[in-house]
């Protein structure tokens, strides 16, 4: 059995474990229970499902579980359970990945627990002085001169969404 796109339905804390959580996931077909401890899980999520049965690219065959008196079946993975990249938190994947799409029909850019399918670029200046543009809160005749360009990047979330700021000399 592959490993599949999933949408997290609903997502409580696990009454006990302070670090787990109870998720309804549906598959494409069926509505599965599964045990997750990623810190990013939330209700309404696209991620990568390893169900039971199925095996990781790193060779972890996935069983039934019992966590703390409550069972899983099958496991949401973090792009180091595929071994995509160290990336702590399950993968999150864009609204217009289709549910129940193996893992091998999606991009390896998207295969990330950062959604930068979600980011709003504020500012980006570029190294290359014929590629360098400034998007949403500067016009091109506001650029710096050369010298003040400096090594930035930001991630940050801010009023529902998620920012990405970068400079580069």
Known sequence: MNLIVAEIKS???HPEATKLNICEVFDGTNTLQVVCGATNVRSGM???LAPVGATTPKGL???EAVLRGVTSNGMLCSAKDIDVSNEDGIIDLP???KIGSSLSSISTNLLSSTPWHK???VDSIWENRQTKKLL???QADDLPSEKEFRLLSQTFF???QYIYRH???
Do not use: P
Request: with cysteine; hydrophobic share 40%; aromatic share 8%.
């Open 136 to 138: 949403v809160t500067r």
């Open 46 to 48: 696209r991620t990568i």
């Open 119 to 121: 980011f709003t670029v």
């Open 61 to 63: 065959l996935i069983k």
């Open 11 to 13: 997502c409580k804390k």
């Open 167 to 169: 400079f580069k000399v």
């Open 158 to 160: 801010e009023n529902n």
């Open 95 to 97: 609204e217009s990945v």
